[in-house]
């Protein structure tokens, strides 16, 4: 077994398809890349956690360059740091929200963004060349860094959007074992919220207390956890810390697509402008944009896609459907801290409301997503689709096609051999029919 290796990172399972030596070599191509200094490395809570960190300081030494250990912070606090005076970048090891045996490293620029797509490109070139070590004299010294969760909160508190004050509130956060677990609930207390904590531990043999990915279907404990403590919201996270989903105070869990639509509607509320989801992103987050009179633009989906649209319209705020919230006027990336702030903020700004309320005060849509091998490429189903279906409304990640109440869109994965198929609507038949349609494809691509 291999790992799966982009311009943007590695990850595997640890053992199996990600060993040690993969990851001091791809550290190590990092390190060539970014140049030699200081690059901080941020770890989630896996059993795998430390292993991978000692390989990557290994490979980063290696090239000249100086690991600053941040220790167990989520994602957005690794960019952050990244962003400091003379900082060349960051690594951060996690694999977001795949499941415990999985590990991976995502890879941050100065400036605080995924590595943009020509440094990923001249990652891939160094992956495959004869990388200069250093020597004695040149070779990185190791060290650390404490106080990085507390300096993100406080850069959380100085948002000027942000609703420090207000009405009593109380909420149950779902840690997920991850590395929000010291984060969350510094930011509750500091917003001065009354908190819960369930989920907060890996278990002993390594594993998350729940499914990993924050979904409708793995948050029943969270959505009874709100009912019993009679709370006004329920936060769960990802692994990693930098996604948020939501459970209402009657325990519905709304999912996270309304995460992205609740922080559009909030900040534009007090910061009119343009936003930016991607493609795949519900149409919810459009209509939060209409509401303020504001414009929505779609990106190619991943992060890096969504900041460099963001930075083309000059949007300030945005994210991705999966319940990754970003403000540009506080760092270009997703942080599960400014999702909570925007909630917080929201139900503070209208104290007779509530998370539920404002959630019913939009459309309902349905959402279906469905994958499918493909191994032999997009281009001879991308043909047969053009066939079928028409010109596409936008053909930057695949083909994504507007709808009456609605949008598909059909993109190969990036990561693995398949292709993908979401389509959002208010009328299911919209749905069935672009479906019905897609499956014919597959079978003449098959067929043929």
């Known amino acids: 077994m291999k790992p799966i290796i982009s311009g943007s990172g590695i990850r595997g399972i640890f053992g199996a398809s990600l060993n040690i030596t993969d990851v001091v070599n791809f550290a190590s191509a990092f390190g060539v890349l970014v140049g030699s200094g200081p690059v901080v490395v941020g770890r989630d809570t896996r059993r795998s956690g430390p292993a991978v960190e000692a390989a990557v300081t290994a490979g980063l030494m290696s090239v000249g360059c100086d690991p600053v250990l941040l220790g167990i912070v989520p994602t957005p606090t690794v960019q952050l740091e990244a962003m400091g005076e003379g900082v060349r970048g960051g690594i951060a090891i996690t694999s977001s929200h795949n499941p415990g045996e999985w590990n991976a490293l995502k890879l941050i620029g100065a ?132 996604r948020l989903a939501m459970v209402d105070e009657n325990g519905r869990i709304i999912g996270e697509d309304y995460t992205v639509a609740l922080a559009i509607d909030f900040i534009l509320s007090v910061r009119p402008g343009p936003a930016v989801v991607n493609l795949s992103t519900s149409r919810l987050a459009e209509d939060a944009a209409a509401k303020h009179g504001c414009r929505l633009f779609r990106s190619p989906v991943g992060e890096v896609n969504v900041v460099e649209e963001m930075e083309k319209v000059g949007a300030f705020t945005g994210g991705e459907g999966n319940g990754g919230v970003i403000d540009r006027d506080f760092h270009a990336g997703r942080d599960s801290g400014v999702a909570m702030a925007c909630a917080i903020s929201l139900l503070r700004e209208n104290p007779d409301s509530s998370i539920g309320e404002w959630a019913d005060s939009y459309p309902s849509y349905t959402m279906f997503k469905k994958k499918f091998p493909l191994d032999t490429g997009f281009d001879a189903l991308r043909a047969e689709l053009l066939a079928q279906y028409g010109p596409a409304d936008d053909t930057r990640d695949g083909l994504w096609y507007r709808r009456e109440g609605g949008w598909m869109h059909i993109r190969p994965s990036g990561t693995e051999p398949v292709v993908r198929f979401i389509a959002e609507n208010r009328d299911n038949s919209y749905i069935e029919k672009d479906f019905g349609i897609f499956r014919e494809a597959m079978e003449s691509i098959c067929v043929e």
Do not use: C
């Open 111 to 242: 400036d605080g963004i995924f590595l943009r797509s020509p440094d990923r490109k001249r990652l891939i070139t160094l992956l495959g060349s004869d990388m200069k070590q250093a020597d004695y004299r040149t070779v990185g010294i190791p060290g650390e860094l404490k106080g990085s969760v507390e300096r993100h909160i406080e850069g959380l508190l100085s948002i000027p959007w942000l609703r420090r004050e207000g009405r009593p509130l109380k909420a149950v956060l779902d840690l997920t074992g991850g590395a929000a677990a010291a984060f969350a609930p510094m930011l509750m207390e500091r917003l001065g919220v009354d908190y819960t904590v369930i989920n907060a531990e890996m278990t002993s043999a390594g594993d998350f207390p729940r499914v990993a990915e924050p979904t409708v279907e793995s948050l029943s404990e969270l959505s009874g956890a709100v009912i019993n403590e009679r709370a006004d919201v329920g936060f769960a996270f990802d692994p990693d810390g930098d």
